[in-house]
């Protein structure tokens, strides 16, 4: 677990500078999302997937990548990645909920 939180805090250290606080910018709705999302500790999909495979190479090893693509979702602020099957293979994927914000990894798990 003590890896898990140094590996952790090693990204976020690389990803941002330090706190930095969302700006509203312009009215249109979508230039404010995206305003707002680069501010987030994890403000994209590549950084979350980053993260993922950092978190879980130390725990899974490399049999991770058997489970690719890896998908990649944004649910409310939170980032989900998890790993895929061939529809005819049985067996469980990686999984991780990062929220965006903070940087935090709320959950950690490998299906069976």
Known sequence: ??????VGFLILSCCSAGK??????????NSRTNT?????YVPDSTTALKIAEAIWL?????GIY???PFN?????SVWVVEGSLPEDMDGGVPYIEI???SGTVLKVSHGK
């Not at 707002?36 to 987030?40: D, E, F, P, T």
């Not at 130390?58 to 490399?62: Q, R, T, V």
């Open 1 to 6: 677990m003590k890896n898990i939180v140094i």
């Open 72 to 76: 990649v979702s944004l649910r409310d």
């Open 99 to 101: 929220n965006g914000i």
């Open 20 to 29: 930095r606080n969302p700006t509203s910018g312009s009215t249109d709705a």
């Open 66 to 68: 058997l489970k690719q």
């Open 36 to 40: 707002v999302m680069k501010s987030w």
């Open 58 to 62: 130390p725990i899974y090893g490399k």
